[in-house]
């Protein structure tokens, strides 16, 4: 694959299905806690119950668009990168048996059970098959963590004679990324969640008054978004220094720093120029530094300079980032607002609350999952030309495939993720319209 055009299109394909797929499968491991949560209140307070069987077809739908969304990227990494395997099949080989074994013994022992046997099995036996469901997908998706953050830091094994042979499996699987960046992608998937909960109930307090089940999903979900926020920003911070360490470059894309200096100006926005390398129409903010700049030598942040033609697609890094940062102090602002309207005015009566903020939380409801989306494309933006930093670029294991067939193929990809992401909102807007339809055991009366 030595056009460049095709290895682009190649990158996009694999690289947005990956990120499209981990999102969707975080979400899942967010709510299925969540539900667990649910259940276990609802011990105490049947106002959660509603609120569980509201909630519990959407952890089944983004599941489904989880696994679903999986199995193409398995099928890329063969199709797309052919010459991958046998350079890392050492390390991948174990890990993606672990991913199988995991989701095969959990869908096949529990998830059914949690699905669709609430009214053929005891509570304690339900509540049992939610939370070991959870504990299921979140091993899953640390299995596929520890994968993907290996490939940005390869700890614990060595490249030798064209492969990679695991040395240590404690230190690739806890000593490297892989533990920041599970906590940073379950927070994500948590605040994705808590957004879904907030504008979801600020679109219903627009036509009707809350029940008490759907106002205590509201006073969680803004509490919950607030937590995961600060939980993915120290996620963030904690990787940095590893990142400083492996991949000093993405660092330096982000902040837009081209040549290594001593000085380095905080920018707010700018128009990176690769071919020129410098930033047109920058926007510095009055505050020196970016302290968490890789260091060459003392008081010298290293730049792009330093990345000796292999360097990501800076400017994407570098505006996907302020989009990121735009996105989330909107979000921020919004959610401060309503945690002051709630203490002001009271949680039982959202509807006492300003129309305007409420169609600001509504208009919000997917904005964590869209910032999920964004951190996981931008971090896999960020290491770009390699594949397994510093060792294996996604040219040299890309197969030659014609540039027409990848733009098909990347439509086909856009156009049927697009009407999974549309689905899923669509359902979500159908049942808060129309609320859930409740269950009953056999011999119970309906209620």
Same mark, same amino acid.
């Given at each position: 694959?030595t056009?460049?055009?095709?290895?682009?299109l190649?990158?996009?394909?694999?690289l947005?299905?990956?990120?499209?797929?981990?999102?969707?499968?975080a979400?899942?491991?967010?709510?299925?806690?969540l539900?667990?949560?649910m259940k276990?209140?609802?011990?105490?307070a049947?106002a959660?119950?509603?609120?569980?069987?509201?909630?519990?077809?959407?952890?089944?739908?983004?599941?489904?668009l989880?696994?679903?969304?999986?199995?193409?990227?398995?099928?890329?990494?063969?199709?797309?990168?052919?010459?991958?395997?046998?350079?890392?099949?050492?390390?991948?080989?174990?890990?993606?048996?672990?991913?199988?074994?995991?989701?095969?013994?959990?869908?096949t022992?529990?998830?059914?059970?949690?699905?669709?046997?609430?009214?053929?099995?005891?509570?304690?036996?339900?509540?049992l098959?939610?939370?070991?469901?959870?504990?299921?997908l979140?091993?899953?998706?640390?299995w596929?963590?520890?994968?993907?953050?290996?490939?940005?830091?390869?700890?614990?094994?060595?490249?030798?004679?064209?492969?990679?042979?695991?040395?240590?499996?404690?230190?690739?699987?806890?000593?490297?990324?892989?533990?920041?960046?599970m906590?940073r992608?379950?927070?994500?998937?948590?605040?994705?969640?808590?957004?879904?909960?907030t504008g979801?109930?600020?679109?219903?307090s627009?036509?009707?008054?809350?029940?008490?089940?759907?106002?205590r999903?509201?006073?969680?979900?803004?509490?919950?978004?607030?937590?995961?926020?600060?939980?993915?920003?120290?996620?963030?911070?904690?990787?940095?220094?590893l990142?400083?360490?492996?991949q000093?470059v993405?660092?330096?894309?982000?902040?837009?720093?081209?040549?290594?200096?001593?000085?380095?100006?905080f920018?707010?926005?700018?128009?990176?120029?690769?071919?020129?390398q410098?930033?047109?129409?920058?926007?510095?903010?009055?505050?020196?530094?970016?302290?968490?700049?890789?260091?060459?030598?003392?008081g010298?942040?290293?730049?792009?300079?330093?990345?000796?033609?292999?360097?990501?697609?800076?400017?994407?890094?570098? $505006?996907? #980032?302020?989009? %990121?940062? =735009?996105?989330?102090? *909107?979000v921020?602002? !919004?959610?401060? &607002?309503?945690?002051?309207?709630?203490?002001?005015?009271?949680?039982?009566?959202m509807?006492?609350?300003?129309?305007?903020?409420?169609?600001?939380?509504?208009?919000?409801?997917?904005?964590?999952?869209?910032m999920?989306?964004?951190?996981?494309?931008?971090?896999?933006?960020?290491?770009?030309?390699?594949?397994?930093?510093?060792t294996?670029?996604?040219?040299e294991?890309?197969?030659?495939?014609?540039?027409?067939?990848?733009?098909?193929? $990347?439509? #086909?990809?856009v %156009?049927? =993720?697009?009407?999974? *992401?549309w689905?899923? !909102?669509?359902m &979500?807007?159908?049942a808060a319209?129309?609320?859930?339809?409740?269950?009953?055991?056999?011999?119970?009366?309906l209620?």
């Open positions: 694959m056009d460049f055009t095709a290895l682009a190649a990158q996009v394909q694999f947005g299905g990956l990120g499209f797929h981990q999102a969707f499968l979400l899942a491991v967010a709510l299925a806690w539900l667990c949560g276990w209140r609802a011990r105490q049947a959660w119950m509603p609120a569980y069987r509201f909630w519990v077809r959407f952890f089944a739908l983004a599941w489904v989880a696994f679903a969304s999986g199995l193409p990227v398995l099928f890329q990494a063969g199709s797309l990168w052919p010459g991958l395997g046998e350079r890392v099949g050492n390390v991948a080989g174990p890990l993606l048996a672990a991913i199988v074994l995991t989701v095969f013994l959990f869908k022992c529990f998830l059914g059970v949690m699905l669709f046997g609430q009214m053929r099995v005891s509570a304690r036996v339900h509540a098959s939610v939370f070991m469901t959870a504990m299921g979140t091993l899953t998706l640390f596929e963590l520890a994968l993907l953050a290996w490939t940005h830091a390869p700890v614990g094994s060595t490249w030798f004679n064209g492969q990679y042979y695991v040395d240590d499996w404690r230190t690739l699987l806890f000593d490297g990324l892989a533990p920041w960046m906590l992608v379950l927070a994500g998937g948590f605040f994705a969640v808590a957004c879904l909960m979801i109930s600020a679109w219903q627009l036509r009707r008054e809350l029940s008490e089940s759907e106002t999903v509201c006073r969680l979900g803004i509490w919950m978004a607030l937590a995961s926020l600060l939980a993915w920003g120290a996620a963030l911070l904690a990787q940095v220094p990142l400083a360490a492996w000093p993405q660092l330096a894309a982000l902040a837009g720093l081209w040549e290594s200096g001593s000085e380095s100006a920018l707010l926005f700018a128009w990176p120029d690769p071919a020129a410098v930033n047109l129409a920058e926007w510095r903010l009055g505050v020196a530094g970016w302290p968490w700049l890789a260091q060459q030598d003392e010298t942040w290293v730049g792009l300079d330093q990345a000796s033609g292999m360097l990501p697609p800076v400017s994407a890094v570098f $505006l996907v #980032a302020r989009v %990121l940062g =735009l996105l989330t102090l *909107v921020v602002l !919004a959610l401060m &607002l309503a945690l002051w309207m709630a203490q002001r005015r009271g949680w039982q009566r509807s006492a609350w300003p129309v305007g903020l409420r169609r600001v939380l509504a208009w919000l409801t997917l904005a964590g999952l869209l999920l989306l964004l951190s996981l494309w931008l971090g896999e933006m960020g290491r770009l030309p390699y594949f397994v930093h510093g294996i670029t996604f040219a294991v890309g197969n030659n495939l014609p540039v027409a067939g990848l733009v098909a193929s $990347l439509a #086909a990809y %156009l049927v =993720l697009g009407l999974g *992401v689905g899923f !909102a669509r &979500l807007f159908q319209r129309h609320g859930v339809v409740p269950v009953r055991r056999a011999g119970e009366t209620r």
